[in-house]
């Protein structure tokens, strides 16, 4: 079992920047992927970034160049920095992870972008 404990997310301007944390404890293997994924209300969730620990990081078109991905891996944390957010950045983000075979999730955290 892995435990996903993500940091508050807030309020931010146009412009302006964030960032997640989300530490993982418990059952973590050598291999893994980490993630963020983001979900609108009524809308599908959508996968935001992706780290792994043979093949490092892809991106989704809408954020790449403003966000940034990385792992601390002493302490099992993976970290989004959100840069240059957007209107559109606004919604709920969620912490994954997958190893030893089995996926896991965060509780989620808001992020609204509005001035």
């Known amino acids: 079992q892995v435990q996903l404990v993500e940091s508050r997310g807030g309020l931010v301007q146009p412009g302006g920047s964030l960032r997640l944390s989300c530490k993982a404890s418990?059952?973590?293997?050598?291999?893994?992927?980490m993630a963020w994924f983001r979900q609108a209300p009524g809308k599908q969730r959508e996968l935001v970034a992706r780290?792994?620990?043979?093949?490092?990081?892809i991106y989704a078109a809408s954020v790449k160049g403003r966000f940034t991905i990385s792992t601390d891996n002493a302490n099992n944390t993976v970290y989004l920095q959100m840069n240059s957010l957007k209107l559109e950045d606004t919604d709920v983000y969620y912490c994954?992870?997958?190893?030893?075979?089995?996926?896991?999730w965060g509780q989620g955290t808001q992020v609204t972008v509005s001035s």
């Open positions: 994954y992870c997958y190893t030893g075979g089995l996926s896991y």
């Open positions: 418990g059952d973590f293997f050598s291999s893994y992927t």
């Open positions: 780290i792994t620990s043979t093949d490092g990081t």
